[in-house]
């Protein structure tokens, strides 16, 4: 692993970087940190291109050349979207990631970073996950037509890196959240769910708020902003075929997880388990040893985090009840 830390970091000044999926989440969050790294941001809005079209992808980057591609553009959801629609969650991931990923080796793009998921290792993987953990067993079933198609993507970079020598890297984080992120009740993921139910339970003065499942089932969540900050310490520090985690380390439980935000939010009532709705996986911790070699780790706490998400929220709630 030492062999893959960059002695003399890539800089990132003057290139021209491509964040793919710049609008969602992580890439507005990549796109915020890229603002101070003294490069040029290029973007495409998904109306102009459609990231599964193969052809469009091609000409598109033909035409921008990027030095740098940053693939943050994915379909995304909660255990409830990545259980009823698989074959979104698999062939778009898929289209997605061969198309970029195919070009940018065409076109000699210099350095490629890759977005995984903590999903793609085994359900019953040890914990926390080694990166060695990866395709040592069967995946979690809600989201493996997910995971399939992000491990995919890691095996891309890799293929690319042995067969031709491209800058390809790949980084796997935790359950992220943050601002722009969905706070759609069906599709998203655990903290914007909650969030907005804790939110509109305490207007409506509800007695409790619901969540699914047990509650017992464990998580590791990452700041969206944290995140975008270890993405672009990697594109300087790190060059190599492993895929790498980032996460904080630290874990609650998901009735743990209700009880914060309810007290973010300012709920004073109960929490209600919907125990008809899936658990998911038991537990995803990773291991984030490697990152802390590599001279990084997430500086947000997650009550710090939810309060911030809490106020973007609010910011915004006006806005999405409009649509
Ligand atoms: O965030 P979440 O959907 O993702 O659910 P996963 C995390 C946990 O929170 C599960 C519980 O145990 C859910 O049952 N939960 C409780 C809720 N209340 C709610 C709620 O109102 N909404 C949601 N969504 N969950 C996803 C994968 O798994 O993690 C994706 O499906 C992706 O592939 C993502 O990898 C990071 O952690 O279970």
């Known amino acids: 692993m030492a062999d893959d830390k960059l002695t003399s ?52 980057m033909k035409h921008e050349k990027p030095d740098v591609v940053v693939v943050a553009a994915a379909t995304v959801g909660g255990i409830h979207a990545n259980s009823t629609r698989p074959a979104d969650f698999i062939y778009d991931n898929l289209a997605i990631e061969t198309n970029i990923i195919h070009a940018a080796f065409q076109l000699g793009v210099e350095k490629l970073l890759f977005m995984g998921s903590a999903c793609i290792y085994p359900r019953e993987a040890e914990q926390p996950m080694v990166e060695e953990a990866l395709l040592t067993g069967p995946l979690e079933p809600t989201n493996e037509w997910y995971a399939i198609a992000k491990i995919a993507g890691i095996k891309l970079c890799q293929a690319y890196r042995k067969q031709h020598g491209s800058d390809f890297i790949s980084a796997q984080p935790n359950n992220l959240y943050g601002p722009n992120d969905n706070f759609d009740l069906q599709g998203g993921h655990v903290i914007p769910a909650l969030m ?85 996986s038991p537990r995803k911790l990773l291991d984030d040893t490697r990152m802390k070699k590599l001279g990084w780790r997430a500086s947000i706490s997650l009550r710090d985090g939810l309060a911030e998400t809490y106020r973007w929220f609010l910011d915004h709630e006006s806005e999405r009840r409009g649509h």
């Open 9 to 60: 970091p890539y800089g990132l000044a003057g290139k021209r970087i491509w964040v793919a999926g710049h609008s969602g989440m992580v890439g507005s969050a990549t796109v915020r940190r890229l603002a101070s790294e003294n490069c040029e941001i290029l973007t495409v809005p998904h109306a102009k291109l459609d990231l599964r079209d193969q052809a469009g992808v091609g000409a598109w």
């Open 196 to 280: 907005r139910k804790a939110h509109e339970a305490k207007l409506s003065g509800a007695p409790a708020y619901e969540l699914w499942g047990s509650g017992t089932p464990k998580r590791e969540f990452l700041h969206v902003d944290d995140l975008a900050d270890a993405l672009i310490h990697i594109l300087k520090y790190y060059s190599g075929p492993v895929p790498l985690n980032i996460g904080t380390g630290e874990e609650v439980t998901i009735a743990e997880l209700a009880r914060t935000i309810a007290d973010v939010v300012g709920f004073t009532g109960n929490l209600k388990f919907d125990t008809s709705k899936p658990d998911g």
